[in-house]
């Protein structure tokens, strides 16, 4: 079956999108309010953007009330955010902070999550993520203003915690990190089950 994308609505572009490039990586991120709130959300459009100089790379979808969500517009307040990585063990409090709050309620809190202080930025950490990459804000890029319109956003890793376990010479050990992966509706996947492919 095609489909046409001049044909189709906004929310089947979505679906059918987010359906088929998946598994995706899902960045749990932390911000702090000028006002000094905390905020936490989850967001399944993540990749890396460049490794020197290191940036990682998210997109917030404009949401029907075509308004930022706290997690943009503490970005643009302050400038810094922790990316928190998803482990199996934070899934289901992960979807929780996904629930719309009012901005001065934390999802820390709400989703009974362990915070931790960062080292080098406000914001603070998921104490229980495996891996948290410490950043500030290099640029944002919108592309458009109707719902489903996305705003990419750049970020310059500054810090990266790994935990002591995950570190196999040097290397994230993959099968114990066991991140979550974002699928199209409401199912996500782990990464437990995995093989070893040698480029040629």
Same mark, same amino acid.
């Given at each position: 079956?095609?489909?046409?994308?001049?044909?189709? *609505? *906004?929310?089947?572009?979505?679906?059918?999108?987010?359906?088929?490039?998946?598994?995706?990586?899902?960045?749990?991120? %932390?911000?702090?309010? @000028? @006002?000094?709130?905390?905020?936490?959300?989850?967001? *399944?459009?993540?990749?890396?953007?460049?490794? =020197?100089?290191?940036?990682?790379?998210?997109?917030?979808?404009?949401?029907?009330?075509? %308004?930022?969500?706290?997690?943009?517009?503490?970005?643009?307040?302050?400038? =810094?955010?922790?990316?928190?990585?998803?482990?199996?063990?934070?899934?289901?409090?992960?979807?929780?902070?996904?629930?719309?709050?009012?901005?001065?309620?934390?999802?820390?809190?709400?989703?009974?999550? =362990?915070?931790?202080?960062?080292?080098?930025? %406000?914001?603070?950490?998921?104490?229980?993520?495996?891996?948290?990459?410490?950043?500030?804000?290099? &640029?944002?890029?919108? $592309?458009?203003?109707?719902?489903?319109?996305?705003?990419?956003?750049?970020? &310059?890793?500054?810090?990266?915690?790994?935990?002591? @376990?995950?570190?196999?010479?040097?290397?994230?050990?993959?099968?114990?990190?066991?991140?979550?992966?974002?699928?199209?509706?409401?199912?996500?996947?782990?990464?437990?089950?995995?093989?070893? $492919?040698?480029?040629?």
């Amino acid at each position: 079956m095609i489909f046409d994308a001049s044909q189709i *609505s *906004s929310q089947e572009k979505y679906r059918l999108l987010s359906g088929g490039v998946s598994p995706r990586p899902i960045a749990w991120i %932390s911000t702090r309010s @000028a @006002a000094g709130d905390d905020n936490l959300a989850p967001y *399944s459009f993540f990749t890396v953007a460049s490794c =020197e100089p290191p940036v990682l790379l998210f997109t917030q979808v404009l949401p029907r009330t075509l %308004s930022h969500k706290d997690t943009l517009q503490n970005l643009i307040e302050t400038n =810094e955010c922790v990316v928190n990585v998803v482990s199996r063990d934070l899934l289901e409090k992960m979807n929780k902070t996904s629930a719309t709050l009012p901005s001065t309620e934390s999802e820390y809190t709400f989703a009974n999550v =362990e915070s931790c202080a960062s080292e080098k930025v %406000s914001p603070r950490s998921v104490k229980n993520s495996p891996i948290r990459y410490e950043c500030t804000l290099r &640029d944002t890029h919108c $592309l458009g203003q109707t719902a489903t319109a996305g705003t990419v956003i750049l970020l &310059d890793v500054k810090s990266i915690y790994v935990a002591d @376990a995950l570190i196999d010479d040097g290397i994230v050990n993959q099968q114990l990190l066991d991140s979550v992966g974002k699928m199209g509706g409401d199912f996500f996947s782990f990464t437990s089950d995995t093989i070893t $492919l040698k480029r040629p």
